[in-house]
């Protein structure tokens, strides 16, 4: 690879110039035998039920404090699987490439993905690449497809939720959505946050092993945030949820950002987060289990799922007074992830 | 000032609230002004800590609330033009004009940029030469100061394709012809803290000498909004006082006064809701007309048309609360507002859709 070189529209071919992108990195980055293979499909074992989800990355700018647009296309899709307490199998990787994209930055991406997909662990074992003209995308759009084996019986999902069931969220909230806003320079200030993105399979498979079939629900606090997950529990499951403003985990300086831009971070997104409901009996160990894992140092017991004002959430405020949180509406942060 | 949210804080609004329910026996309307206001009574559920006969009615102190139809349309067609691009503050974008928003129009092709500052249309300009950037200034005289600093950058930096359309409105006058309307009782006035650091106290005077009206500018934490509340109910003759003076003195800020003299000059403008009100808004002054949208170009926005059965109007008036208007929470939601008081979240309609949920449902003090 010469310096400068950059993605030509030649390398979406699918003649020479896609062989040597696929050999150079793809298969130089995700290195495992089933890519290897270079098969149209990639052959997975699974023994019982599995877990299908695809998420689409969009991010502008590609990198930001804490992570890349290649480590959030490998977290986001683990993540989608762990809300299934699926243990992740194998990931399928889509490239949509702008024409004259700098082969280094393409590099230092698959870089962080390999890195990603090692720590989840999970291995990237088929993909696509299509190269558009200049102008037709904006640099690089990463599609990322998994598939996971569920590794309990139970169910965990809305549906298993139950009035009583007590909420845990595993981290502060906002520092993704903040990170990218602050990386593409929109701030006239400085601010000290990095992206909590990261895969947490092993957060998740630490809760279950804790809690077992107390464990009702995950779900990760992404887009929308943490205010459309508790909306949308609510709404699923007919029941209402109580929460506790002085529970929440946000650090300082998202604290102060928000204050400062008017933003709620309950409505910001997360990429390395999960919120759980689980039974009363299980709460304690799940969330020592949460807290004994870097990604969960500063989980919480946010709140409750309760019979009262179905299909509402109920946020207490550290005056003693209750406010409504809704989802949040309109384009706040377009291509936050 | 304590932390807000700690539990000092917590224990000094328990407090306030104590001594409120004390004093506050009367039946007593209040008005808070502001929109920020309005959010933080929401934000904080507020409403749940005052006595049985007090009552908090919002005001016409949200920006993009009390931007006429009419002027809503002339952005819409300036964003029609080829080679113009909108630069404005977020909330605008969503608004129904008469037959469209800058959203519809953007989905469209229009270039409508969002800013967060109004130096940063100074710099979109500066990128992009060959287009004509228009910046709209709405708010009061907390951003006139702010969208004035940008166009004296932009003179300074000698771009010829910078122009402000300035919908920019004045405080006092509104509450003038709110009080003249005499439509809705208001015994006294939580007053703009962000406008007052600007104007100072001093150009309320009025409410208190010539309307009888009390009033009491309020910084935006809960403590702040119960502290003002409390000296208002314990006004023993109407007067204005300040609730918020780490941040806002009599005099205000001579030199955001200074330029907003310089580069605005008062016009007559139309509020949403209020009508046409003398000397109320702030165009460019001669020395900045050539650097006005409305001089450099020419569009024919229609007849203004207000959404059929809206009653933003006698909610920014104070007549009538949010769920009396029989769109609220029916056919105008904050996904699809009718009205612009559901649009923007410093919005009556908008902040009370939310806290009317629990409401509904059986909810209240915990």
Redesign the interface.
């Known amino acids: 690879m010469s310096d400068g070189a950059r993605i030509l529209l030649g390398h979406g071919s699918g003649g020479r110039l896609y062989r040597d992108l696929v050999r150079d990195v793809f298969l130089a980055h995700f290195d495992n035998p089933v890519l290897a293979r270079l098969d149209d499909a990639a052959a997975l074992v699974a023994a019982g039920r599995i877990a299908l989800t695809t998420d689409a990355h969009v991010v502008q700018p590609l990198v930001f404090a804490g992570g890349d647009i290649g480590r959030l296309a490998v977290a986001g899709t683990v993540n989608d699987l762990a809300t299934a307490a699926a243990r992740p199998l194998g990931l399928a990787a889509a490239f949509v490439i702008e024409e004259g994209f700098e082969m280094a930055r393409l590099h230092e991406i698959c870089a962080s993905m390999a890195a990603t997909a090692a720590e989840a662990p999970v291995a990237i074992v088929t993909g696509d690449t299509k190269v558009v003209q200049r102008g037709a995308a904006d640099g690089l759009f990463i599609t990322t497809t998994g598939v996971g084996e569920i590794v309990v019986d139970h169910e965990v999902a809305a549906a298993a939720a139950v009035a009583g069931d007590v909420l845990l969220l595993s981290g502060t909230l906002g520092d993704h959505a903040l990170a990218v806003l602050a990386a593409r320079g929109d701030f006239h200030f400085t601010l000290d946050v990095q992206s909590d993105c990261a895969p947490l399979w092993g957060l998740v498979e630490a809760a279950l092993a804790a809690g077992g079939t107390t464990v009702h629900f995950l779900r990760d606090p992404t887009r929308g945030g943490l205010a459309t997950v508790l909306a949308e529990l609510a709404e699923e499951t007919g029941l209402g949820i109580d929460v506790d403003e002085d529970a929440l985990p946000v650090s300082a300086a998202v604290r102060s950002a928000c204050s400062l831009l008017g933003y709620d971070p309950l409505a910001l997104a997360n990429e390395g987060k999960m919120v759980l409901a689980v039974a009363p009996e299980g709460a304690e160990a799940v969330l020592g289990a949460l807290r004994g894992r870097t990604e969960g140092a500063r989980a919480a017991r946010i709140g409750t799922l309760v019979a009262q004002h179905p299909g509402r959430v109920a946020l207490r405020t550290p005056y003693g007074t209750r406010r409504v949180v809704d989802m949040p509406v309109g384009e706040l942060l377009p291509r936050i992830c | 000032m304590t932390p807000?949210?700690?539990?000092s804080?917590?224990a000094r609004?328990?407090g306030l609230?104590a001594a409120l329910a004390r004093v506050g026996q009367l039946e007593r309307t209040y008005m808070e002004v502001c929109g920020t206001h309005t959010m933080a009574v929401?934000?904080?559920?507020?409403?749940?800590?005052l006595p049985p006969g007090m009552r908090l009615v919002s005001g016409p102190g949200c920006p993009v609330c009390v931007t006429a139809v009419g002027d809503l349309d002339v952005v819409v067609a300036l964003s029609r033009l080829p080679g113009v691009t909108i630069a404005t503050f977020g909330d605008l974008v969503?608004v129904p004009s008469s037959r469209s928003s800058l959203a519809v129009e953007r989905a469209a092709g229009a270039d409508v940029r969002v800013v967060?500052?109004p130096?940063d249309a100074v710099d979109l300009a500066a990128a992009e030469p060959d287009r004509q950037l228009v910046l709209v200034g709405i708010g009061f005289e907390t951003t006139a100061p702010t969208v004035a600093g940008a166009l004296l950058v932009a003179r300074e930096r000698g771009l010829p394709n910078f122009s402000v359309l300035s919908l920019h409105k004045t405080m006092p006058g509104a509450l003038r012809a709110l009080l003249d309307s005499g439509e809705s009782r208001i015994d006294g006035f939580i007053l703009p803290g962000h406008v007052s650091v600007v104007t100072g106290s001093d150009c309320f005077r009025f409410l208190a000498s010539e309307y009888g009206v009390g009033g009491v500018v309020a910084g935006f934490t809960?403590d702040d909004v119960l502290t003002a509340l409390l000296m208002l109910a314990r006004q023993e003759r109407p007067a204005i006082e300040i609730g918020y003076r780490r941040a806002v003195t009599a005099a205000g800020n001579r030199v955001a006064q200074d330029v907003i003299a310089r580069v605005f000059e008062p016009c007559d403008a139309v509020w949403r809701g209020l009508g046409a009100i003398p000397d109320s808004g702030l165009r460019l002054s001669a020395e900045f007309r050539a650097y006005a949208a409305e001089e450099r170009f020419t569009v024919d926005p229609g007849a203004p048309e207000e959404p059929a059965g809206c009653r933003c109007g006698e909610v920014l008036r104070g007549v009538i609360d949010p769920p009396d208007c029989p769109l609220f929470g029916r056919r105008c939601t904050?996904?699809m507002p009718v009205g612009a008081c559901m649009v923007s979240?410093e919005g009556s309609c908008a902040a009370h859709?939310?806290?009317r949920?629990?409401d509904l449902?059986?909810?209240?003090?915990?």
């Open positions: 807000p949210g700690s539990s804080d917590a609004v328990a609230a929401s934000r904080y559920g507020l409403r749940d800590l969503r967060y500052s130096v809960a904050p996904e979240s859709f939310r806290y949920a629990l449902s059986g909810g209240g003090r915990v």
